[in-house]
């Protein structure tokens, strides 16, 4: 499959799936919570609802930096997940994809960090401050991360060389060797924070803040700005499950069926991987201080570090 | 040349407005919040978003009226609020109740201070943002309405309390009924215990919100705020209503040194022990006999001129009513003093210095209830000014 042809198909899957998965999460955070939790349809039905309210800018806001930044950052978060998926689909990708994918991740991020501080509201200056703080905890391990599995694959920065690497190799990233299984871990703890759910939900902590740089945001905007931080988990969760623990099924042979077979099976990993680390720490956990956070993050780049180390020097 | 500028502007220093309306609140209540970063340097207080006018309300009707508008101050604590009216109707008419009802009156109590204290503690897990446990104890304390509404025939209003004793009686099966949601909740309670000693929330409750020994008793707090800051007292042993008296051997006084707010939490699960032991312990011993007098309700109207002071332990403290008769069916005067009134004092001692995110948990550590609260500070809103009602005028509108 061409990769335009792909990523055309898959920005609209990415899309569809995003709010899906995050529908599966509230029905599931629901049910440990002994409640019934919305319908799987729930956040179609939020979008929808939100994209027909009415508009509205604050006095206090700078007006063109408070719209733009919600389709930018819904389209980022999107193209982000579609590079990904696409490139599995046509089963080839470019040089750099990887990077291009976490800049329009950590993109995601700062745009929505940007609209809110320019709200004119002090909790979206509050809330640009505390995703500053968070920012610095677990931005760098997270590519840290990632370097690595690139070094293990050869140094190389396509995502889809990436992937078949360690088809190539014959096991998953996570279980290859020390270094790796702490630098997976290292990724995986980073996923709360990069998704802002609690326990590391505190830059819009809604009891302290008030959803902190969402604080002045409705109707269409909240809208996209959901569908950004939902794609954004979505990426992730793809990302770890492919590049971490992904068993690779029939990778060197890549025929119309076993793509399709392959992309079903990478959906519901992703799924898997949504569950463990965005869905449990957000149903088992009580929210964190900043302060607190930090210093948990301080133990990351600790441990982030001495991956990198020990996947240096071969193990 | 241009003088220049005296004024010096601090840039990092921040208002932040936390409500009327904001997640954390359940009720309306106004906080001017002014950080450096995360650190609390100052906290005002705005009260008055809820005033409803009740004490004037209750020169305008009739004892027996009173008694269902003074339920509806508190949607938490309503058996609180009718006890504590009519002690002190039934003082000033010289009633002594039937002692089946004064027991009757305190089960009411006790599973009421059960519900609040279960209310207070999911609240302050959904503080945290811990909404896990937050759902897990509404739960439990979904129970205890249930029970309520078989015993009383309501689940928030009970419109348990008559002038001169209880409305309705307590059947053996609706007793082996309090038993069983006793028992669940003293299980639920261990459960609790353990999760309000978790790691993460631990984190967020120890060293927060700390009010020493000698600030509570010097800002005047009660009930388990004051009982959390070491100060031991409690309306139901220093001053016994109801059955009281009789059941003091049955439950002891529950006080921590800890100060803070993990302290606060760490009484209120204690005393919902203290409670289910007090509550066992009236479904063994409930004397037999009338629930009330036999006097017609009508009759029960007609109240000789007088004062009287009741206080009562609500779940949040110490709650006083002053009332005057004017021997004409009506009140002359009707004063609350409610505990969260009294608690709100302490506020900005707990507050400043700490962090922003321990606004809510403060807070919520004191359990406040904004409608309770607010009937005495006037807003003046034309004006843009507000005031306190003072000793003076309360003198003039009582006579």
């Known amino acids: ?315 | 040349m241009s003088e220049p500028k005296e004024i010096e502007y601090e840039y990092s220093r921040l208002v932040v407005p936390v409500g009327p309306i904001h997640p954390a609140l359940k009720e309306p209540v106004h906080f001017r919040v002014t950080v450096r970063g995360e650190e609390i340097l100052d906290v005002d207080l705005v009260l008055g978003h809820a005033h409803r006018g009740v004490e004037v309300l209750a020169q305008e009707r009739n004892i027996l009226q009173n008694l269902y508008l003074t339920e509806r101050i508190c949607g938490i604590c309503s058996h609180t609020h009718t006890t504590c009216y009519a002690q002190a109707i039934e003082e000033i008419k010289g009633i002594q109740i039937p002692e089946r009802a004064s027991y009757l009156r305190a089960l009411i109590f006790e599973l009421e201070r059960m519900h609040s204290h279960l209310l207070l503690l999911g609240v302050m897990a959904y503080e945290i943002g811990y909404d896990t446990l937050f759902m897990q104890i509404w739960n439990m304390r979904e129970g205890i309405l249930d029970l309520f509404e078989e015993v009383t025939g309501n689940r928030v209003h009970h419109s348990m309390n008559v002038i001169g004793g209880v409305r309705w009686d307590l059947t053996p099966e609706m007793a082996s009924r309090v038993s069983r949601v006793a028992d669940g909740v003293e299980e639920a309670r261990g459960r609790l215990q353990v999760a309000f000693m978790d790691r993460t929330v631990e984190k967020r409750l120890v060293g927060v919100g700390v009010m020493s020994r000698a600030d509570a008793r010097a800002h005047c707090l009660v009930g388990p705020t004051a009982r959390a800051s070491g100060l031991t007292m409690d309306v139901r042993r220093d001053d016994p209503y109801a059955a009281y008296g009789d059941l003091k051997g049955d439950y002891s006084l529950v006080v921590s040194d800890g100060m803070d707010a993990q302290a606060r939490v760490d009484v209120r699960i204690r005393e919902l022990a203290e409670s289910i032991n007090i509550v066992r312990a009236i479904l063994e011993r409930l004397p037999q006999g009338d629930i009330r007098l036999k006097e017609s309700p009508m009759r029960t109207v007609k109240v000789p001129e007088g004062e009287a002071v009741s206080r009562v332990e609500a779940p949040r403290g110490e709650l006083i009513y002053y009332l005057r008769t004017d021997g004409a069916e009506g009140l002359r005067r009707l004063k609350v003093r409610t505990p969260s009134q009294a608690n709100f004092a302490g506020i900005r001692k707990m507050m400043v210095g700490g962090e922003l995110a321990d606004v809510p948990v403060i807070l919520a550590s004191i359990d406040p209830c904004m409608s309770c609260t607010n009937r005495l500070t006037v807003v003046d809103e034309a004006a843009g000014e507000q005031r306190t009602v003072g000793l003076e005028e309360l003198r003039r509108r009582g006579t």
């Open chain 1, 1 to 315: 499959m061409n990769v335009v042809v792909a990523l055309a198909v898959m920005f609209p899957s990415v899309f569809v799936l995003s709010l899906l998965y995050s529908g599966i999460d509230r029905k599931l955070h629901a049910r440990m919570q002994r409640r019934v939790g919305p319908p799987l349809a729930q956040p179609f039905y939020d979008f929808v609802k939100l994209m027909n309210k009415e508009r509205i800018i604050p006095a206090s806001a700078s007006p063109s930096v408070f719209v733009t930044v919600t389709a930018l950052a819904a389209a980022s978060s999107i193209l982000g997940a579609s590079v990904l998926l696409s490139n599995l689909a046509a089963g080839a990708g470019f040089v750099g994809d990887i990077i291009l994918v976490m800049y329009l991740v950590l993109m995601t991020s700062a745009l929505t960090m940007i609209g809110g501080s320019s709200s004119g509201n002090p909790y979206g200056a509050i809330g640009f401050s505390r995703r500053v703080g968070m920012l610095l905890g677990y931005e760098v391990p997270m590519l840290l991360s990632l370097l690595m599995v690139s070094y293990r694959s050869g140094l190389t920065l396509s995502y889809y060389d990436m992937v078949t690497a360690q088809s190539l190799g014959g096991t998953v990233f996570m279980a290859s060797s020390p270094g790796a299984a702490l630098a997976s871990l290292v990724f995986a703890v980073c996923i709360p924070a990069a998704a802002g759910v609690v326990p590391f939900d505190i830059p819009e902590a809604k009891t302290e803040v008030a959803y902190g740089y969402l604080v002045e945001y409705g109707g269409p905007y909240l809208g996209l700005l959901k569908l950004a931080k939902e794609a954004t988990n979505l990426t992730l969760s793809l990302l770890f499950f492919t590049l971490f623990v992904h068993v690779p099924l029939a990778f060197p042979m890549v025929g119309a069926y076993n793509v399709w077979a392959n992309l079903l099976f990478m959906l519901a990993g992703t799924l898997a991987v949504y569950f463990v680390t965005i869905t449990l720490p957000r149903t088992l956990f009580a929210r964190v201080k900043l302060g607190q956070a930090l210093r948990f993050y301080v133990w990351v780049w600790a441990v982030s570090l001495i991956s990198a180390g020990l996947v240096m020097v071969g193990y």
